[in-house]
């Protein structure tokens, strides 16, 4: 009698909390939110004791351990005895999936009907998960985090992630795969609060049969946003590798020899016409979901316009305001400039240490980013590993203190053009490769009108008192494609970055020849 | 086996730029030299598909016989796999012609402008005309 009593109850609860979950118009369980685990899986997924800078926890594989092969059993060794050099993530490497989804770290959950994203505080790492159908373009090409497809199953959401390449770990202990790897994840909403996580694992190469690990993702109810945690600027930072610039980055002041900044010396710019054929979701807003590439012109290698010279290619010259098409630097911003085009310089370039590139830039690198539209926000994925959450709900600012790489970017449609203001920055990001100058003060102001089907027209207003007299403006347009976007694990071979700082340290010992 | 040569150009070099040498996260002029152009042509080692640059390594004999392993950069992979080409368009062994610029601190390390196959087929400029087939 109690037997049944239980499974009553069980099937009530069951309901009710079906009945009470967050859904999206589709009637789908949105996951949309802010998420993190309550465990201690990212140190070893099986039980362990604690060890130095590991807590001890239990085992979240069904069955307890993991069904390794003899072989891969003493390989899993080795590594543990080595982790704390062999681990991928001591070298800031993408970490992976599964693993990444029970790190330490916070992640936000995007939803449309057909796709989910999910982006992650840690090295801004993202992952788009197909829920549409749409075959892969890119099979078989090997990436750290794999290739994600998803499908509801009811209330279900499965997605079976394949193409992993061999180099990452399940934890911090060592426990491994080989490229024969494949994944399939179950995201199950428990109650408006609480998803129950579970992972698949299948590799013939290394395991004796399939295994499962289980957990929950805990709503992190009292955060409005993740933040940044950039692994290997941090690393660097600490290290002295990256080195601090006075000038610019927080909290520098404005030089007291500046000429004084005209903040309304801009000139009108009207925006450009919006299409009128353009698809829009189903609240009437334009759509202006997909993968893009910028037009770019060359804005990547200098935002005036330059012929090429040696390898630094040309440039169109973006800048629209001052119309001459001239950046209005302070005098000693014009000289940094021209010291930064001098081949010592280009160790400084942030992006040569494969940080994140900021914002404008990280819409001209020479690289796609897909925007998604998920209620309440416009999403940015860049190809190059970082990404933009652009909030459309009015929410304050972050405070002053908080500075990212990225900024904090807030959203606005004005008409059928979106607006976003941005602020916030660090003013450690170069505005590209020739080292066009930018500091923490910078407000950035975007405009992203659709003139096409295809065709987004960008622009940004820069205004940094700074290193510049007056606010500036760039325009280019963004090109649609039916593409995907691939992988830059940006550190995985990054063998320039020696090369440019032997370049810089025999221009230091040259200026100082008795060290 | 044919006699695989280096030769360090006293003068500049007169060579079409691939337009992925723009595919770049860093300064190409800070890296490598204007003053050091190379001709090299050796044997492919191994290709290493990464980004935001993918990396050719050859093996190139001297003029006194001595082995040099030369790192050769080029565009990124993705580019390189949204033009087409896949690992096995460019097989271990395979001989290859490079014109290039050399590293500003002298190690074996290039950046390439052109690579073609001892054929005289261009490798990596623009679409791969076989990725239809495929």
Known sequence: ?515 | MNRILISVLATSLSVTILAGTAIAHHSFSAEFDIDRPVELTGRVIEMKWSNPHAWIYIEVEDETGNVVNWALETRGANGLIRSGWRKEDLPTGTILKIEGWQARNGSPTANISTVTFDDGRRLFAGPNPRARQR
């Open chain 1, 1 to 515: 009698m109690r037997f049944y009593s239980v499974i009553a109850l069980a099937f009530v609860v069951g309901s009710a909390s079906a009945q009470t979950l967050p859904r999206t118009p589709e009637g789908r369980p949105n996951l949309q939110g802010i998420w993190q685990v309550a465990n201690r899986a990212s140190y070893n997924l099986e039980d362990h004791v604690a060890r130095n800078a590991m807590p001890a926890g239990r085992s979240i594989v069904e069955g307890g351990t993991i069904p390794y092969q003899p072989w891969a059993a003493s390989e899993r060794q080795v590594n543990f005895e080595n982790r704390s050099t062999a681990d991928p993530l001591n070298n800031c490497f993408l970490p992976g999936t599964p693993r990444v989804m029970y790190m330490d770290w916070p992640f936000h959950i995007f939803q449309t009907d057909e796709h989910v994203a999910i982006t992650f505080e840690w090295q801004q790492v993202h992952r788009l998960i197909y829920t549409n159908g749409q075959p892969p373009l890119y099979g078989g090409i090997e990436s750290w985090m794999g290739n994600s497809r998803g499908r509801w199953e009811g209330d279900m959401l499965v997605v079976e992630i394949t193409d992993h390449n061999d180099q990452t770990w399940f934890d911090a202990a060592g426990n491994f795969h080989s490229s024969a790897l494949r994944v399939t994840e179950r995201y199950h909403m428990r109650d408006g609060d609480t998803i129950d996580y579970e992972a698949t694992i299948e590799d013939p190469n290394v395991f004796t049969r399939p295994w499962t690990i289980r957990m929950a993702f805990y709503r992190q109810a009292g955060m409005d946003r993740i933040l940044e945690y950039q692994c290997q600027a941090e690393k660097e930072e600490a290290n002295g590798a990256f080195e601090r610039d006075v000038r610019n980055w927080y909290p520098a002041a404005v030089p007291v020899d500046n000429e004084p900044f005209d903040a309304d010396a801009g000139v009108e710019l009207p925006l450009p016409e919006a299409s009128e054929d353009i698809p829009r979701l189903r609240d009437g807003t334009p759509d202006i979901s997909g993968y893009f590439m910028a037009d770019a012109g060359g804005a990547n290698y200098g935002l005036e316009e330059h012929e090429r010279d040696f390898l630094l290619p040309a440039s169109r010259g973006q800048v629209i305001d001052p119309p001459e098409g001239r950046l209005p630097y302070q005098t000693w911003a014009r000289s940094e400039l021209n010291d930064r085009l001098r081949p010592h310089r280009g160790y400084d370039d942030p992006t040569a240490h494969c940080f994140v590139g900021g914002v404008p830039r990280s819409h001209y690198v020479p690289a796609p980013f897909y925007i998604l539209q998920p209620p309440g926000y416009v999403v940015v994925l860049h190809e190059r590993m970082s990404w933009r959450q652009i909030s459309l709900d009015g929410r304050p600012p972050l405070p002053d203190q908080l500075r990212l790489w990225m900024g904090d970017s807030i959203g606005r449609w004005e008409g059928d053009t979106l607006v976003v203001e941005s602020k916030n920055f660090n003013g450690k990001a170069w505005l590209n490769e020739a080292g066009d100058v930018v500091s923490h003060m910078q407000t950035v102001v975007e405009t992203f009108t659709p003139v096409s089907p295809t065709q987004i027209v960008y622009r940004a207003t820069v205004a940094d008192p700074i290193p510049y007299t007056r606010p500036w403006t760039i325009e280019m347009p963004f090109n649609r494609a039916e593409d995907e976007l691939l992988e830059v694990a940006c550190l995985e071979d990054n063998g320039d970055l020696q090369i440019l700082k032997d370049v810089r340290d025999e221009y230091r010992s040259s200026l100082n020849p008795e060290e």
